[in-house]
């Protein structure tokens, strides 16, 4: 009597859906949309059948599971967002001009890398012992003359007239930027200024991913 009751619970916990292994028998069972792979086992490769986007390691499902590509909708293979970053092109928000007071203007183009070019362009009042520079202000605590070094001394124009300033920040980060006008002890130094005032400002500005 004791050894029919074992193989009575031998059989049963051996029984159709308490197979710990159906998942990789080498057969498509269950709720397989291939061998071994989708519905509630693991998700199929490129090229294997699929029901739904959930059935592919792609998140992608034409009938069969699709490689990942930087066109599809879907994050993945590596992607930082949706089609963007990591093998796909980096998607970025802040390109372009955005005027500032006093006729002054900020432009801001990415290309590649950490960091991102920017114009600031105003009507200079230099000359005649007076120059003007351009700080920007970093919301990340941090400031950059106009050749992008953090903390940098100022670079002096010493002309009058329509002027453009063009260097490097860091990618990522928010910015705005003031045109400062200051007198100098001495006319054909162009140093040992002072009396620093604000004649231009804008901003906020900067190039940040998307994803």
Known sequence: MMRGLAAFVFV???GPGRDPGRCTDGVQNGDETDVDCGGSCE???DGDHCSAATDCASGVCRDTCAAATCTDGVQNGGEFGVDCGGPCPTVVTGTGCIAGTNGSMVCSEYHSGT?????ISWNAAGGNAYVD???AYGTNGEDYNSMGVVGGSPINVCTTGATSMTFELPFGVGYTYKVWHAFCVRADACSGCGNDVTTASGGPFGVSPAC
């Open 43 to 45: 998700p199929c490769i």
């Open 12 to 14: 049963a916990a051996c």
């Open 133 to 135: 520079y351009v700080t």
């Open 115 to 119: 960091t991102f070019t920017v114009t």
